[in-house]
């Protein structure tokens, strides 16, 4: 239904177009898709964003019905539309994974973002993006891709702090101290609403941190952007503090100086070569 308001608010919007230049009339403006969905979310009291979620689920099963007519079926059952949305960029986000391997190297300074299952209060609070076991993330291979003398930034929320140090001893790495990252918005949480975020910093072998290293602090109000992306200012931490080559595991976008360590087959075979 949304789909077919849409088509609609559009071809309402071109004839007020072509009226407005047949009678020499200036038109002021011509509303987009935004201000469409807009108005079609009012006549359902939903917000235009709640309609493309909407939209995004139908199009991801008309396409797909044996992966994602199911969660149209919630929709239709439970009346809510987070829930759904969010299992489908989790499911599109594993479907990505499945094609990525890891790369061959051997790297000075580590940093790992691990996807990290967590305890959510329910569905349309859990994470948009694939998440994995603590077993697959201690079989990530940190020990082949660290020189015997390295760095190792390993992210970890407030309620995986245990486990991720309990995965330094497996990776091969000891842990020296933790960076906290202070945000100043109230994020989720199912006991206390977090507002911090940590990397534990870990050392291989005997090298030390670079000069920077010695006047920097361990509490950073980096700004927050979209839902897991870490601060360009932490990247600017690491280079100042640690040694290249840089590797990132769980890379969320590319960055400069940091190789990703898990890409699809065909970019590890032109790194390769």
Known sequence: MARSLLAKEQEAARERMAAGGKGGRKVLKISGPSEALERIGRRFDMSGRQIRKIMDVCEAAAADP?????????????????GPHTKLLRMRDE?????????????RTLVLDPPWEE??????????????????????PVEAWAEDNAHLYLWATNNTLQVAFGLLEAYGFKHKTLLTWTKPNLGLGRYFRNTTEH??????????????????????????????????????????????PYGEAFQRQPRPDFVNLYQAPAAVREAAE
């Not at 479907?95 to 790297?107: E, K, Q, S």
């Not at 209060?121 to 076991?133: F, L, Q, V």
């Not at 361990?218 to 100042?240: I, M, Q």
Request: proline content about 5%; aromatic content about 8%.
């Open 66 to 82: 044996d992966r994602f007519a199911p969660l149209v079926e919630e929709m239709d059952r439970t009346g809510k539309v987070n």
């Open 95 to 107: 479907i990505r994974i499945l094609d990525l391997a890891p790369v061959d190297g051997r790297f």
């Open 119 to 140: 305890d959510n209060i329910s569905e349309a609070a859990g994470h948009d993006y694939a998440t994995m076991t603590l077993a697959e993330i201690a079989a990530v």
């Open 199 to 244: 990397v534990i910093f870990a050392v291989r072998g005997e090298m030390r941190t670079r000069a920077a290293a010695r006047s920097m602090r361990t509490d950073h109000d980096w700004p927050v952007g979209e839902n897991s992306a870490k601060p360009d200012g932490f990247y600017d931490l690491v280079r100042a503090c640690s040694f290249p």
